[in-house]
């Protein structure tokens, strides 16, 4: 056994905290890269033809989504020959009656179902809209259902809040903890902090945004702080959109005092990300790729697709086979190259391939 001297054991710290060359580090898989690759790859249950008609998240004039879309053709094309896809991307809002009037077998969403899309479902079907989850939504992209983040000022010296604080800010039923906040004193900041009054900043409560935030934070309560200043994206006279985040972050950039839901990619050097814990006692957890795919951020977000599959019915074997692939090593990776959505965990993959059987 070779014996390692003070001296080459310095060496061999000191070699082991250089940076790797630039071919070496382009070696090492991204951590989405190594989930997806410990996926099951597609094999289909039985071939199917025909045409699936997909409804859903996406845009005319932009081709964000179009673009993921091509990508699962292309792959699904490579096991189903004689299926054809037709794909009609007019948004989120066209998803779910695009399936209960029958002129869709495909919805894919842009981001979690709102209960007034169910409710509507349920009217018409006299059931509930059948939903598989197929990704996870983005660290910071936009359209890609990006992590919702909160900040605070850079010279507050809060690191992490729970989601039961959050809801005692932002809210004001306070479903989560036993009393409202709304100064920084009672989240245990002393000195100048004490006494000043929080001020929260964020989308409109009837943003998409604010109504994931009334389900997954305030636990269904739609009565908010009356302090909170909402934003909403506004369109600048050259055409170019001032975007809420972005409005929301610059807002706290000039209040010490403030806090503030956004996103990432809006972020400057005024303020700071705040790791969340679910509970208290739990281990916060700052927005990171691996923290989404994991599911360990309190408020990860999942995107999911919709089929109209009546209760006791097995799912009609076009679109069990387009989601069976969708949740293959190769969907997933179909996710993974065109860089919007992450993947999901192995773990979640299985538990939706479950609900397909």
């Known amino acids: 056994m070779k014996i390692l001297t003070p001296r080459s054991f310095l060496a061999t710290l000191v070699l082991a905290a250089l940076p790797l060359p630039a071919q070496e580090r382009a070696a090492v898989p991204s951590y989405e890269q190594r989930v997806v690759d410990a996926m099951p790859a597609y094999r289909p249950e039985q071939i199917v033809s025909g045409t699936i008609r997909l409804w859903g998240h996406g845009s005319f004039s932009r081709p964000f989504m179009r673009r993921l879309v091509a990508r699962w053709k292309t792959g699904f094309a490579k096991f189903h020959p004689d299926c054809k896809i037709d794909e009609e991307l007019y948004g989120t809002s066209s998803a779910i009656p695009a399936l209960w009037l029958g002129v869709g077998d495909i919805a894919i969403l842009g981001e979690e179902i709102l209960p007034e899309a169910v409710e509507t479902f349920e009217r018409v079907k006299h059931y509930a809209p059948f939903g598989i989850e197929i990704a996870t939504g983005s660290v910071d992209v936009r359209n890609f259902d990006y992590a919702q983040m909160f900040f605070v000022h850079r010279d507050n010296p809060l690191a992490s809040l729970t989601l039961a604080q959050l809801d005692a800010i932002f809210g004001a039923e306070h479903r989560r903890g036993p009393v409202n906040i709304r100064t920084w004193g009672q989240l245990g900041l002393t000195g100048e902090w004490a006494d000043r009054p929080i001020t929260p900043y964020g989308w409109r409560i009837d943003d998409s945004f604010g109504i994931y935030l009334e389900a997954a934070l305030l636990e269904g309560s739609h ?31 000039a209040d010490r005092y403030g ?78 190259n065109d860089g919007g959505y992450l993947p999901l965990n192995t773990d979640a993959v299985a538990a939706e391939l479950k609900k397909l059987q």
């Open 259 to 336: 806090i503030a839901v956004s996103n990432l990619r809006y972020a400057g050097p005024d303020v700071k990300p705040l790791a969340l814990a679910a509970r208290a006692g739990a281990t916060a957890v700052a927005v990171t790729k691996e923290n989404l795919i994991t599911q360990s951020y309190p408020l990860t977000r999942l995107i999911p697709a919709f089929i109209d599959r009546p209760p006791g019915s097995p799912v009609e074997p076009k679109a069990r086979e387009f989601l069976r692939y969708l949740l293959s090593r190769e969907g997933q990776q179909d996710i993974v």
């Open 223 to 253: 009565r908010w702080n009356n302090a909170l200043r909402e934003f909403s994206h506004i369109t600048r006279p050259d055409g170019t959109i001032y975007d809420h985040g972005q409005q929301a972050l610059d807002a706290l950039g």
